[in-house]
């Protein structure tokens, strides 16, 4: 049980067009989802805890007008990446947790973005 | 700061050759550590968590422990399959937010 899946897995997209990236808890509920940026070589970075039904809250430095989190439902959040450019190409990866464990994360397998 | 470092950033080994992967934190009341294993192009997962100095935990040719400012991940006769990159996090806050490291690029060669 407690799996994670993203889609797409990868995308390549043109400069100034927006992404949606899908993370869904395949057989659990979802209280609180988050959603990590990782460079290559690179640690994974936290960019926004969404629990559902209220507002996304961000990590410093992430702007909420261009990363767009939806989380619409107890198995589904969605990140939207706006005018995307070449330095938002990345790896994106969600994680989801159950109950009240925040410390119980189970992640996705991750979502290639290229933006040329 | 709140800050979690990892060493070496890569270690190639032979086949059963034994070693440990470090992890020092600087975290204000941890409420977690957390070992993970990631392959190329996947999302990470889930290992250990160790949450009190003294603890260990052990998962096949894995083992981890914990000390107040590190914890080591031991692998014991490792073989080709557990190449991978480990990654270690540590949970802060009441929000369940996890600091990694930069991980550990694991090769094992036959």
């Known amino acids: 049980g407690a799996v994670v899946s993203q889609h797409p897995s990868w995308v390549i997209c043109k400069s100034g067009t927006s992404v949606k990236i899908e993370c869904r808890s395949l057989?659990?509920?979802?209280?609180?989802m988050f959603w990590y940026r990782q460079f290559p070589k690179q640690s994974l970075m936290l960019m926004a805890t969404?629990?559902?039904?209220?507002?996304?809250?961000?990590e410093q430095g992430v702007e909420k007008d261009k990363f767009l989190i939806n989380h619409a439902s107890l198995t589904l959040s969605t990140l939207t990446v706006t005018s995307a450019h070449p330095e938002d190409s990345s790896f994106y990866i969600c994680?989801?947790?159950?109950?009240?464990?925040?410390?119980?994360?189970?992640f996705g397998p991750g979502t290639r973005l290229t933006v040329l | 700061e709140d800050q979690v470092t990892q060493s070496p950033e890569a270690l190639r080994l032979q086949e059963g050759e034994s070693s440990s992967l470090n992890c020092s934190y600087t975290?204000?009341?941890?409420?977690?550590l957390f070992w993970y294993r990631q392959d190329p192009g996947k999302g990470p997962e889930f290992l250990f968590t160790?949450?009190?100095a003294g603890e260990e935990k052990e998962k096949e040719r894995l083992k981890a422990t914990l000390t107040k400012k590190e914890s080591f991940l031991h692998i014991t006769a490792p073989k080709p399959e557990d190449s991978a990159t480990y990654l270690c996090?540590?949970?802060?806050?009441?929000?369940?937010?996890?600091?990694f490291g930069k991980g550990t690029k694991l090769s094992v060669k036959p």
């Open positions: 975290v204000s009341g941890l409420r977690g």
């Open positions: 160790l949450y009190s």
């Open positions: 057989d659990f509920q979802a209280t609180t």
């Open positions: 996090a540590v949970l802060r806050g009441s929000q369940g937010n996890l600091i």
């Open positions: 994680s989801a947790s159950r109950g009240t464990s925040l410390s119980e994360q189970f």
């Open positions: 969404s629990n559902e039904g209220s507002k996304a809250t961000y």
